[in-house]
């Protein structure tokens, strides 16, 4: 299976602040990477497919790039409405994969 | 609008089975596959199972084959779990996605709320 590594696995930032954090694959995957806010108590939401295409209706705040085995996604300005766990997961061979999360929240 | 609704999550005994239901809507729920992710309290997301629009095919994860058989009615609109011999490490939120293929788990566009699964004596 390919395993995915998101560091940091936590970060405090302040409001208004630009945040970026990465997620690394274990192989080559192409752009087959989608990116996933939960907030406490919810399920998870869609928010970037293919590395780096917004779902419908996501801030523009939010963007993510990257191929093959590096990846980052980016709030361009933290909102405290931004305070979630994101999750980065590979479809580029089954099983589907999930990162261990970067859990976000405000200093 | 789309909506998922998972049912059937409660307190189990190791050894003991369960069957987990999502009543799907908003869309033609038989063109799109269907999955379960799970998430362990204060853990992350793993992906459990999917099944095909048309039921024709399916996988599970490793730790669950042989044990949890995903199925659909797609005259019911309504995706399953049937959970046997089931560990504590099972223990876990499952939600049911939907996904925009009709075969394959690639993204997951909608989710569904959840429904706690606690295996324990």
């Known amino acids: 299976d390919i395993q995915m590594t998101q560091s940091p696995s936590s970060l405090s930032a302040s409001v208004g602040d630009r945040v970026t954090f990465t997620c690394q694959a274990s192989?080559?995957?192409?752009?087959?990477l989608n990116w996933y806010q939960q907030k406490p108590g919810k399920a998870p939401k869609l928010l970037i497919y293919?590395?780096?295409i917004l779902d419908t209706g996501v801030p523009s705040r939010f963007s993510g790039s990257g191929s093959g085995t590096a990846f980052a996604f980016t709030i361009s300005s933290l909102q405290p409405e931004d305070i979630a766990t994101y999750y980065c997961?590979?479809?580029?061979?089954?099983?589907?994969?999930f990162g261990g999360g970067t859990k976000v929240e405000i200093k | 609008e789309v909506k998922l609704v998972e049912s059937g999550g409660g307190l189990a005994q190791p050894g003991g089975s369960l069957r987990l239901s999502c009543a799907a809507s908003?869309?033609?729920?038989?063109?799109?596959?269907m999955t379960w992710v799970r998430q362990a309290p204060g853990k992350g997301l793993e992906w459990v199972s999917v099944i095909s629009g048309s039921a024709g095919s399916t996988d599970y994860t490793d730790s669950v084959k042989g044990r949890f058989t995903i199925s659909r009615d797609n005259s019911k609109n309504t995706l399953y779990l049937q959970m046997n011999s089931l560990r504590a490490e099972d223990t876990a939120v499952y939600y049911c996605?939907?996904?925009?293929?009709?075969?394959?788990?690639?993204?997951?566009?909608?989710w569904g709320q959840g429904t706690l699964v606690t295996v324990s004596s």
């Open positions: 996605a939907k996904t925009p293929g009709l075969v394959r788990a690639t993204l997951f566009d909608y």
């Open positions: 908003g869309f033609t729920f038989r063109t799109f596959a």
């Open positions: 192989q080559d995957i192409s752009k087959s």
């Open positions: 997961q590979q479809y580029d061979n089954p099983p589907v994969t």
């Open positions: 293919d590395a780096s």
